[in-house]
């Protein structure tokens, strides 16, 4: 059974930073897209940062300049680094990802970010 954990989320001060990860385990042959949605309470999941498995990126306009998003392949694992936190960035994190040979995506359970002021 293949699915992904994401770990790193936390309580963390406005300005401060934090790294998530969330690799793929089970059996995976490759993997397309990974990447990141967000869901504050309240509010829609909406995507914050994808990468192709070459290597591509897209972000957030709310993000930009402030998050990397990076993968590394042989571990079949994605990251997100976030710098400058800011109290809007609080959310559950889930990390996603376009598995070849499975259908549709492939979701992990989430992780809490809170920023504090």
């Known amino acids: 059974q293949v699915q992904l954990v994401e770990s790193g989320g936390g309580l963390v001060e406005a300005g401060g930073s934090l790294r998530l990860s969330c690799p793929a385990s089970?059996?995976?042959?490759?993997?397309?897209?990974m990447g990141w949605y967000r869901q504050a309470p309240g509010k829609q999941r909406d995507l914050v940062a994808s990468?192709?498995?070459?290597?591509?990126?897209n972000y957030a306009d709310s993000v930009k300049g402030r998050f990397t998003i990076s993968r590394d392949n042989a571990k079949n694992t994605v990251y997100l680094q976030m710098n400058s936190l800011k109290l809007e960035d609080t959310a559950v994190y889930y990390c996603?990802?376009?598995?070849?040979?499975?259908?549709?995506?492939?979701w992990g359970q989430g992780t809490q970010v809170t920023v504090s002021s």
């Open positions: 996603y990802a376009n598995i070849k040979g499975l259908p549709g995506i492939l």
């Open positions: 990468i192709s498995s070459g290597g591509s990126t």
């Open positions: 089970g059996s995976i042959f490759s993997i397309n897209v």
